[in-house]
């Protein structure tokens, strides 16, 4: 017995070792599992706000208005992404706006401006803020087109799943590079394993090397055009992560004709994401478009590129015509 006692310390202190290794490995699972599954997730900011274009950093930022002196039939509202300005549409929205329609392209919430204006906005207040204009710009023409191009992609899925089962519906929709998904290990896409990591990092800060980006001088197929925030905004991509977990759930709710293009070699967002929005959309008219770029960019903003985007750009435009000719 007296040996037996003796044991019970000195098993104690051997295995003392192996559960502190347990432990620590519990508790990095624990954290992961939080960072990366967004439990207990909510967004600290959603007041209604609108962009504050008094304060843009340069003038291309500003939202892009182009109207007939008349009304025109139909209007295309065209969504940027993150943390992207209006400048982006900037060759196809006067394109388009030289085809008959009228093009509004607004400026999100906290963007366009300085980044400390973004750090403290959220995915929610950027989508209200669309959602509105949007519906301001249904009640005064007769066809509304929506296109989106990544989170604004993702944007315009969500006004499809709200409105298409309404009369306040858009009448056809068009996403570029659109997410609904950051990685997904059940398909096996880890895009960016950092991805995952983003709630951590929120816990310390917004941003990382948060800048004003203004183009580049180097020309590369039109990838110097674009002008926004750089760095990696950490607490918005988490905002951006849990909201399209919802936008994916309700892809079904979409009915509406609708476009996807999307890169297959895009380095911003995975080019999965294309099929997953096409199996799962109950729109009975849907056109998938795919490309296939061989620049040194991002393939990303595909109607930002010279080398795409006439084409993309008159392909949209035969798609909405044959949208009018359906229903006419």
């Known amino acids: 017995m007296r040996t037996l006692f003796l044991l019970i310390p000195i098993s104690f202190s051997s295995m003392l070792p192996h559960m502190i290794i347990v432990l620590i490995v519990a508790i990095l699972v624990a954290l992961f599992s939080w960072s990366a599954l967004l439990p207990f997730y909510k967004e600290r900011h959603t007041k209604n706000l609108t962009p504050n274009i008094d304060n843009v950093f340069d003038r291309r930022c500003l939202p892009i208005e182009l109207e007939h002196d008349e009304l025109a039939e139909s209007c295309l509202i065209m969504v940027h992404g993150y943390p992207s300005t209006p400048y982006t549409y900037d060759w196809a929205s006067h394109y388009i706006h030289q085809q008959g329609y009228d093009v509004f392209v607004p400026l999100l919430p906290g963007f366009g401006t300085e980044p400390k204006e973004l750090l403290n906005t959220t995915f929610t207040q950027w989508y209200n803020y669309l959602e509105s204009y949007y519906l301001e710009k249904r009640e005064l023409y007769n066809k509304v087109f929506v296109v989106g191009t990544s989170m604004g992609g993702s944007m315009t899925l969500k006004i499809a799943e709200k409105f298409s089962a309404t009369d306040q519906r858009p009448d056809a929709i068009v996403t570029v590079a659109a997410p609904v998904f950051l990685n997904d290990i059940r398909l096996g896409v880890i895009h960016k394993f950092s991805f995952y990591l983003m709630r951590i990092v929120a ?89 296939k770029m061989g620049s040194n960019h991002n393939r990303h903003i595909l109607l930002m590129y010279p080398s795409v985007r006439y084409d993309l750009t008159k392909e949209m435009l035969s798609f909405f015509d044959s949208i009018e000719i359906t229903k006419e």
């Not at 895009?266 to 080019?271: M, P």
């Open 203 to 291: 816990l310390f800060t917004y941003a990382i090397n948060p800048k004003i980006h203004r183009g580049s001088e180097k020309q590369n197929d039109g990838e110097e055009l674009w002008i926004g925030y750089s760095g990696s905004f950490v607490r918005g991509g988490v905002g951006l992560m849990y909201n399209l977990k919802e936008i994916r759930a309700n892809l079904a709710k979409i009915t509406i004709p609708m476009m996807a293009m999307h890169d297959e070699n895009d380095r911003t967002i995975a080019f999965q994401n294309l099929a997953v929005i096409q199996n799962s959309v109950s729109s009975k008219h849907f056109i998938s478009r795919k490309t």
